[in-house]
C-alpha cells in the first residue's frame, strides 16, 4: 500500500504535465517568469540615458551580486539557467499544445473567426521570431561575437555599437514588436488559465495587458530610437 502511495504521488507531476490544463499552466507560470525578467530587463536598459558610468556600473553590479556568498557572477548564471529553464517549459508546453489542438481539429475551419485578433494570430510566428531573437541577443549582448564593439564589460559601448547599425535596429524593433503582441494576449490568457479573472476583473485585466505590452515595447524600443537619433551616443 505505501509503495502504491508512493508510486502514485511520483506520477502526479508526470500526469498533471499530461494533461492539457497541466500543459497550460506550465505556458502560464513560464511566461509570467519571463514577463518579470522582462521588466527588469527593460528598467535595466533605461541605465543607458544616464550615460556610461551608470551603465556600466549597473552592469557590474549584477555581476557581483551574492558575494562574498555567491562567486563572482554565481547570481547572474543562476538566473540565466532558471529563465532558459522558462523559456524551455513555455515553448515545449506551446508545441504540444499547438499539436493537440491541430489532433483534435484535423479539419480547419472554413471561416477564420471574426473575434480573432491580430495578436492571436501571430502568436506562433511571434514565438518562432522571439526564439531566433534570444539566439541573436546573446550572440550580440552577451558574448558578444556578432557586435561591433563587443568588450566583455562595456555594457553602454556594446549597446550604442550594436544600435548604430541598420541590421541591429532592424532585428531589434522586428523582434520588440513580436514582444508586444506576445505579452498582449498572452499575459490576458494567462490570467484565464490561473482562474484570475471574472466578470468584475476582466476590462481592468484587458486594459493591464494591453498597457503593459504597450509600456514594454516603447520602454525598450527607446534605447535604439535614441541612438539612431544621437539622444545616446
Known amino acids: 500500500m505505501a509503495l502504491a502511495t508512493r508510486t502514485s504521488s511520483r506520477s502526479t507531476p508526470v500526469l498533471i504535465w499530461r494533461s492539457t490544463i497541466g500543459k497550460k499552466i506550465v505556458m502560464a507560470v513560464s511566461g509570467l517568469i519571463m514577463l518579470l525578467y522582462l521588466i527588469t530587463h527593460m528598467l535595466g536598459n533605461l541605465k543607458v540615458f544616464f550615460g556610461p558610468d551608470d551603465m556600466n556600473g549597473y552592469a557590474h553590479w549584477l555581476r557581483t551580486i551574492g558575494e562574498p556568498f555567491l562567486g563572482h557572477e554565481w547570481f547572474i548564471w543562476i538566473a540565466r539557467v532558471a529563465l532558459l529553464a522558462a523559456v524551455v517549459a513555455h515553448g515545449v508546453s506551446a508545441y504540444q499544445l499547438s499539436r493537440l489542438d491541430r489532433a483534435a ?17 501571430t502568436m506562433r510566428w511571434g514565438g518562432v521570431i522571439l526564439a531566433l531573437f534570444i539566439v541573436w541577443h546573446i550572440l550580440d549582448l552577451t558574448t558578444g561575437t556578432v557586435n561591433p564593439h563587443g568588450v566583455h564589460g562595456e555594457a553602454y559601448e556594446n549597446v550604442v555599437a550594436t544600435f548604430s547599425t541598420w541590421y541591429g535596429n532592424v532585428i531589434y524593433i522586428t523582434a520588440l514588436v513580436a514582444v508586444g503582441l506576445h505579452i498582449r494576449h498572452g499575459l490576458w490568457s494567462a490570467v484565464q488559465t490561473l482562474g484570475l479573472n471574472s466578470r468584475t476583473r476582466d476590462r481592468a485585466l484587458r486594459a493591464t495587458s494591453n498597457g503593459l505590452a504597450l509600456l514594454l515595447t516603447a520602454g525598450f524600443m527607446s534605447v535604439p530610437l535614441a541612438v539612431m537619433t544621437g539622444i545616446v551616443s
Open 105 to 121: 481539429r484535423p479539419v480547419r475551419y472554413a471561416h477564420t473567426r471574426r473575434r480573432t485578433t491580430y495578436a492571436t494570430r
